[in-house]
């Protein structure tokens, strides 16, 4: 099976671990900061408020809690819009970009370690899509930001590595 082919195996067995070992938790509610961060935030529900989740450091009204965090603000706005206030589309973005997370670092573990098999470094990629040290991360909504700059770290250095490779 030539690389290409075995890549695209390896992405759907990352999806179906990552489903399997979470899908578990799209019934859960918001729990404890997500009322603050979600369900009793103005900043979040209303258009005209979005650009003071780059301004202000209170980032939730009516209950006025102070720290800047943007991008995870405008990604609960986002979810908000499409969805309300039903936690299932929330924990299924936490899911997603947990996956998407298990990706990047299965193509930057082929990078780094070319010497290891493909199956080892699928199944260090499994170990990182199960381990209980990120079910924090991605059970627990107000948690986004661990898994968002997760991403950006990632996609960063891939994207940089990427580049290089490129010239």
């Keep these: 099976m030539n690389e290409g082919k075995k890549n695209i195996w390896a992405v759907i067995l990352i999806c179906l671990t990552v489903y399997a070992g979470y899908i578990n938790t799209l019934p859960n509610p918001f729990i404890f900061d ?57 924990l299924f973005i936490n899911i997603l970009i947990h996956f ?11 990078i780094f370690l070319k010497k290891l098999s493909f199956g080892l470094c699928l199944g260090l990629t499994i170990i990182f899509c199960l381990h209980p040290i990120n079910t924090e991360a991605v059970t627990y909504i107000s948690s986004r930001s661990v898994t968002m700059c997760g991403f950006f770290i990632l996609s960063g250095i891939y994207g940089y590595i990427r580049w290089r490779e490129s010239q």
Excluded: C, Q
């Design 100 to 110: 998407l997370n298990a990706v990047l670092l299965f193509l930057l573990i082929k």
């Design 34 to 90: 997500d009322r603050h961060m979600i369900s009793e935030n103005n900043y979040i529900k209303h258009l005209e408020t979005l650009p003071k989740l780059f301004t202000d450091k209170i980032t939730s009204l009516p209950i006025t809690r102070g720290m800047w965090r943007p991008l995870l603000m405008l990604s609960l706005a986002f979810n908000y819009f499409i969805s309300g206030l039903s936690p299932h589309s929330y």
